[in-house]
């Protein structure tokens, strides 16, 4: 059974007032049959023509669907650790085109790389390994060490050496294909993290990273020379099975009065649709909203 790569437009909501909706989106199939799983789905402008094309991330490939036309080219099969699972667009060695990092293997044993074009626009592009953490999951490039330079910010699922997952950001050497990758450990006290976003928190300049866990919303942010974490929400609570506790998923906004607000899915493909308004003092919990239920592996 192949998956449906779907793309969902609605052109003039670029331009609505946020009192307009709903608004009516239109389904393009981009392709019939992706992979048997497609993982992650991200945008980039992978030619360098300054539109965002499609890449999809399916078990086994990387699938880039160029605009316009969706031009389907495969840019990477079979050579990365089955299953592939997250993916994450930057200029990695600094030539002015854009590059992967990319997660394999989650189920066994974790594997990182850094993938890379050749010379043919519709060859298959180079593998080079990065590192391995065990059932790595999710990956986004920010600035959380403050050089000045992204690092690659890796969350694992489950355990792995530490008491929880290690919330991992790794900086690009000089010679990315060759050097080792310097690891710094942001924190490794939660449990089956699921996702996580990042964002200058406390308008204070600094990147700053939100997880979501077993444990619920987590804020985790330098504090000197060490890593603080603070719980922002426990999520869902009161089931008997843990793993049915916390957050799977989360994302930031601003509403128009300039608060701050997180949208989570609850728990881990979890069926609770959850939004939290930010409190007026910065020590009060977050008051948490159930918008939606229902979902089936939100």
Same mark, same amino acid.
């Given at each position: ?32 049959? @992706? ?17 965002? $094309? ?21 840019? *990477? +099969? ?9 993916? @994450? ?5 600094? $030539? ?36 391995? !953490? ?17 690092? *690659? ?17 790794? !900086? ?63 999520? +869902? ?19 128009? $009065? ?29 008051? +948490? ?10």
């Amino acid at each position: 059974m192949f998956l449906t790569l779907l793309l969902l437009t609605a052109q003039p909501l670029l331009s609505f007032p946020a009192d307009s909706f709903p608004a009516t989106f239109q389904a393009q199939t981009i392709d019939p049959e @992706a992979g048997r799983v497609v993982y992650a789905v991200t945008v980039a402008d992978v030619d360098g023509d300054g539109d965002q $094309d499609i890449v999809a991330l399916t078990e086994s490939s990387v699938i880039w669907y160029q605009q316009p036309g969706w031009r389907k080219r495969v840019i *990477l +099969r079979d050579q990365t650790p089955p299953d592939n699972v997250c993916i @994450a667009a930057h200029d990695i060695d600094g $030539d002015g085109r854009v590059d992967f990092a990319l997660g394999a293997g989650w189920t066994k044993t974790g594997t990182l790389h850094w993938i890379r074009r050749g010379a043919d626009p519709d060859g298959l592009w180079t593998v080079s390994a990065v590192a391995e !953490e065990t059932s790595v999951h999710r990956m986004r490039w920010a600035d959380v060490l403050g050089t000045g330079r992204p690092q *690659l910010v890796v969350s694992p699922l489950n355990v792995s050496v530490e008491a929880g997952v290690r919330l991992l950001a790794f !900086e690009v050497p000089a010679q990315p294909a060759v050097q080792r990758w310097p690891a710094t450990v942001l924190n490794a006290e939660l449990n089956r993290m699921h996702n996580h976003v990042h964002v200058d928190f406390d308008g204070q300049g600094a990147v700053d990273t939100i997880a979501a866990s077993r444990e619920g919303l987590s804020l985790v942010r330098r504090a000197g020379d060490s890593w603080q974490r603070t719980s922002l929400s426990a999520g +869902r609570t009161g089931q008997a099975d843990v793993n049915l506790n916390g957050a799977g998923e989360v994302r930031v906004g601003r509403l128009k $009065d300039g608060r701050r607000y997180l949208v989570s899915v609850e728990p881990m493909h979890g069926d609770q649709l959850v939004v939290y308004l930010q409190p007026g003092q910065p020590t009060d919990p977050w008051p +948490r909203r159930v918008i939606h239920e229902g979902f089936r592996r939100g």
